[in-house]
C-alpha cells in the first residue's frame, strides 16, 4: 500500500518558518477548532510543552515540593488559546513548534503509528495517515467518538500493538509545520478522517490478536457509575477587617465566589478556583480565610469538567491553589483586584 504523498502546502518545505508564518498557521488551527500549545524542537525538550512561553503567560502553578513555578497547558484541555496567547508564544516568546490537545476539546483522537512496528500495524489496517512525523512515523486522525478516550501507548499497555499509540482526551501530538532537531512533521494529501467502525474489531497483527477498536477506546462508551453528590457546606462568617481598621475595606468574598463560580463552565475549575484564590488575597483575605472559603467553595461546583466528564476536584486541589496564590509572587505574576462589573 502507498501513503498519501505530502502536498505542496507549505507545511512540508524544508525551510525553515518566520515566527510569523507559525503564528498564522497556528491561527489557522484554532479557527478551525483545534486547540493548540507551544512545544519545544530541540534535545529533550523537543515535543514537550514549551514550559517558558507557558510561564511567561502566566499558565503556571508553585511547586511546593521543587520550590518553583511549573508551567503548566491544563487549560487549553478546555479551551482554546487566544489570538493574545498565541502571538505571545511564537511572536514574543519565539515558540518554534507547536502541538494539538487532542481529545474532545478539539474533536480528534489522534493514532500514532512509530517507525517499524508501528508502521507495519497501519499498512495492515490499510489507514491513510494524514501527517508523517520527524522520526518516520505516522499519525492519523479520527473523529472523537464524544465518550472519554484514554491517552496510552504500547509500552505502557501492554495489550495495544507494539507501536500504536492512541492520543485521546488529554493527550498531546505536534502538528506540521513543526521542524525538531531530528526532521520536520510534514501534512499529508490525505483530507477524510479514519472511521472508527473501519477500525477492525478484531485483527491479527504480528502473529497476535487484538481487539483493537476496544483496545483504541473507540468501540463504545465505557460505563458510567453515578457519583455520589457534592457535601452541602455553610458559607463562613468573617468579621468586618473595617470595624477594626478604617483603611481595610474588602470586597465581600461571596462575590468572588459567584464570579468564580460563573468562570467554571469556560475556564474549568481549577483555573476558577486558582482566580478565586487569588482575588481572595489580593482584596485582603488572609492565607486562613482564603483556606476556610474552600469546603463551601467545593459545595457549589459541578462533579463534571467543561466537557461534561466527570473528573476529580477535591478540596486538596482548591487548597494547593490557595497556597500557591499567598507565596510570594515574582514580578509579572500578580493579579489585580476583581471589581463587579468590570471583569478581568
Known amino acids: 500500500m502507498t501513503h498519501a504523498a ?8 524544508p525551510i525553515s518558518h518566520t515566527p510569523h508564518d507559525l503564528l498564522r498557521t497556528a491561527q489557522h488551527y484554532v479557527e478551525a477548532g483545534l486547540s493548540i500549545i507551544p512545544v519545544g524542537v530541540n534535545g529533550n525538550y523537543a515535543k514537550q510543552p514549551h514550559y517558558e512561553a507557558l510561564k511567561k503567560t502566566d499558565h503556571c502553578y508553585w511547586d511546593d515540593g521543587r520550590r518553583k513555578w511549573v508551567a503548566t497547558w491544563m487549560a487549553f484541555r478546555e479551551r482554546l488559546p487566544t489570538q493574545s496567547e498565541l502571538h505571545d508564544w511564537f511572536i514574543t516568546h519565539g515558540a518554534q513548534g507547536m502541538a494539538m490537545v487532542t481529545g474532545e476539546i478539539s474533536g480528534l483522537v489522534a493514532l500514532d503509528f512509530d517507525k517499524g512496528a508501528g508502521v507495519k500495524a497501519m499498512h495492515r489496517l490499510g489507514i491513510e495517515p494524514h501527517v508523517r512525523s520527524a522520526s518516520g512515523g505516522y499519525h492519523a486522525y479520527v473523529r472523537h467518538p464524544g465518550w472519554p478516550v484514554a491517552t496510552t501507548n504500547s509500552n505502557s499497555k501492554q495489550s495495544l500493538p507494539a507501536g500504536v499509540d492512541v492520543r485521546g482526551d488529554g493527550g498531546l501530538v505536534v502538528l506540521p509545520p513543526t521542524v525538531t532537531d531530528v526532521g520536520r512533521y510534514e501534512r499529508l ?10 477500525i477492525p474489531e478484531v485483527v491479527e497483527l504480528a502473529g497476535q490478536t487484538y ?11 465505557p460505563e458510567v457509575t453515578q457519583d455520589e453528590p457534592r457535601v452541602a457546606a455553610r458559607a463562613p462568617i468573617f468579621s468586618d477587617p473595617s470595624q477594626e481598621d478604617a483603611e481595610r475595606v474588602r470586597v465581600d468574598y461571596l462575590v468572588l465566589v459567584e464570579r468564580a463560580l460563573s468562570l467554571t463552565g469556560s475556564r474549568g475549575r481549577n483555573d476558577a478556583g486558582f482566580w478565586l484564590a487569588c482575588q481572595l488575597r489580593d482584596n485582603g483575605f488572609a492565607l486562613s480565610e482564603a483556606l476556610e472559603v474552600g469546603p463551601y467553595w467545593l459545595s457549589l461546583l459541578p462533579m463534571t469538567n467543561t466537557k461534561g466528564e466527570r473528573e476529580a476536584y477535591v478540596l486538596a486541589h482548591f487548597e494547593a491553589s490557595v497556597r500557591s496564590a499567598f507565596r510570594r509572587v515574582p514580578v509579572g505574576r500578580g493579579s489585580t483586584p476583581w471589581v463587579k462589573g468590570f471583569g478581568r
Not at 494529501?189 to 473501519?198: D, E, F, G, I
Not at 483504541?216 to 462508551?221: S, W
Request: aromatic share 4%; net charge positive; hydrophobic share 35%.
Open 6 to 13: 505530502p502536498t505542496r502546502f507549505q507545511h512540508n518545505r
Open 189 to 198: 494529501s490525505t483530507k477524510k478522517l479514519v472511521n472508527r467502525l473501519a
Open 211 to 221: 481487539r483493537l477498536r476496544e483496545l483504541l477506546g473507540l468501540e463504545r462508551a
